[in-house]
């Protein structure tokens, strides 16, 4: 095996740039910091930096996986949103990611400089990300005595404090961070580099997290071919962004002084980046809901998600461009549902079935109104609070009546690259995450013009947006499936669904894989639903050289020992029900810290508690693992995965091809039928 590369699908992200304003003042230089010091997470958030070694404020671990450039303004609100956003992250990635912070006062903003000394006067005393809480939790109060307010109670040094907002070092420091953005490309803000890979603008959770799994797949690929945790994000950021990330790495790391016309550029206003005149073909299959007439100037495609909060934000923008603009915009509802939102799905069924009474929008409101309250067993009250007949409403739910509709929607989403939600497409031309109305009316303004010129010359009214994106761009993915059939024994490896059966979905997987963990419902759910015609076969894949000599590392230390007692488990007829209880406790299984054999001890009495709860005999399962009756098992199952050319997991084949799109229920079952049909 020569690497250990993690092979796994995952869609690309779009996203919006949003620029916030133009610098109008000069920053003054000074020397470049020193390279950052970090805090673990689960300790004070950061340490004082020596007055002499001022660096930019780091928050997570020092050997993250994942670097978060954060470019922003105290009195921003997007910053303020996506300050929200990265609260979350550090939740769910506490060992994955660190964010370093860079200042970007923009000069409209009257208190976004002085904040920013403030925070950088806290900085000295290792207090920064106590303040930036207060600066972002009062961005509409920022004021020096609140400053000094907000200095008091996180506990600073008081007359340390005020002699630090007035010292010019400080001020500098800040000054420098305006030139590191400039030097950067970000002139608006919020402004992202994870890894080195560019993110604009307020953008939901799920659109970091698609690029921060991504990013964690590669550090464990460089990880397996010897690269040391503090090489990660040099070498990552300039892989991933050749134009910039050298100059990150430089900049903000390694003190390097940025270029002059970074530091000129806030002497004139700057223009904002061309417009996105881009047009995609988002074709309307002719049933969605809307709102404004069918022949309006102007249509406004949404594809959102009733459980993403951000769709729901998306609420007021849409409201104004309703009011502003009247019966001269349509606004066309497409469905679009996320994976990771569970409520989702139902919730889009019973809009569309509150559609049959002419009560989609007020199903609508009240969906997004009561986000917390989207499960199954709340979707009736929500129908009968709108007035709807619930016995009709719920005879179409249990028809799932419209399931092709959605399907249909998620297809064209799919071709025109909205991998996130909200996504709107105005006349083709895209813009993503809760915009502001301001956003709107800037496309719909430029777009008008366009409509009224198409009408006179001969194009009717109803045609106008068929004609404006009838050649627009779509998105042509890869092939679900190689060309190469693998040879797979399926003898003696487990079976989820008939031995017989005609689909054999192999899944080379590993116990203490994240990504293994999200895609078993979804294959359980791909069994389940296909009425006997897809077995589910488990192979085994530890990321670990402790039992997988191609491994060049211990990636995953716990994978080895849980693959012995699944094996152990599927001796005794419970394969899937340890499977099933493992993967819910993955990440608590093996302790983090330790010595290894204490740490493998400690898994060992877990996979015990693990077995006796799902009924085995603990005893035997010992015996089994003791004997080591697992060794040929495994053995042959690492062998097929290198014949096969797989790298990391989990790696899915389907009839021995490998399958490369997402590994959703809905497109592996239309994949599986094209492929009995013929048809791949």
Known sequence: MKND?????????????????????????????????????????????????????????????????????????????????????????PKDVKVVFVQQPLGFHPNARPSAIASIAAHKQGKFWEMYDKLFSNAKDLNDDNYKKWAKEIGLDMAKFEADIKDPAVAAF????????????????????????????????????????EQIQKANDELGKGAKAEELHERLARANNPAV???????VFKGGTPPKEAAQAAEKPRKPPEDDTTVWKVDLHGDEPSKGPADALITVVEFTDFQCPFCSKARGALDEVEKNYGDKVRVVFKNLPLDFH??????????????????????EKRLFANQGELAAEKLAGHAKEVGLDVAK?????????????????????????????????????KIGGARPFEDFKKIIDQELPKAEEKLKAGVAKKDLYAKSIESGKENIPPPPLDAKVNDFDYNGSPHLGPRDAKVKVVEFKDFQCPFCAKINPALKQLQKDSGGKVAIVYKHFPLSSQCNKGMSRDMHPAACLASYWSMAAEEQGKFWEFEDIVFQNYQTMMPNEGEMDAKLKAQTENLKKFAKEIGMDVAKAEAFVASKKYEGRLT?????????????????????????????????AKVIDQLLAGKL
Request: with cysteine.
């Open 342 to 363: 569970k409520d989702a799905m139902g919730a889009a069924e019973a809009s569309l079935c509150a559609k049959d009474q002419g009560k989609f929008w007020d199903m």
């Open 245 to 251: 990330g050298a100059q990150i790495i430089d900049l």
């Open 636 to 668: 042959k199952d690492i062998q097929e995965a290198g014949a096969s050319g797989v790298r990391g997991t989990p790696a899915l084949y389907i009839n021995g091809r490998q399958y490369n799109g997402a590994p959703r229920p809905d497109k592996m």
């Open 174 to 213: 800040v000054d420098r961070d305006q030139q590191v953005a400039n030097a950067l490309g970000v002139r608006g803000t919020p402004g992202f580099f994870i890894n080195g890979v560019n993110v604009s603008g307020a953008q939901p959770k799920e659109n970091f997290k698609k690029i921060i799994d």
């Open 393 to 429: 409403w719920q005879a179409c739910m249990t028809a799932h009546k419209y399931k092709d509709h959605i399907a249909k929607d998620m297809a064209t989403a799919e071709k025109i690259t909205a991998t996130g939600t909200p996504a709107f497409f105005i006349m083709g031309r």
């Open 5 to 93: 590369k993690t092979i796994i699908a995952v869609v690309a992200v779009a996203v919006a740039a949003f620029v916030g304003g133009y610098l109008i003042k000069k920053p003054a230089p000074t020397p470049g910091p020193a390279a950052p010091v970090s805090a673990p997470a689960d300790a004070p958030k950061e340490a004082a930096p020596a007055a002499a070694a001022l660096a930019n404020p780091v928050l997570g671990p020092a050997d993250a996986k994942v670097t978060i450039i954060e470019i922003s303004d105290f009195q921003c609100p997007f910053c303020s949103r996506a300050k929200a956003t990265l609260d979350e992250i550090h939740k769910d990635y």
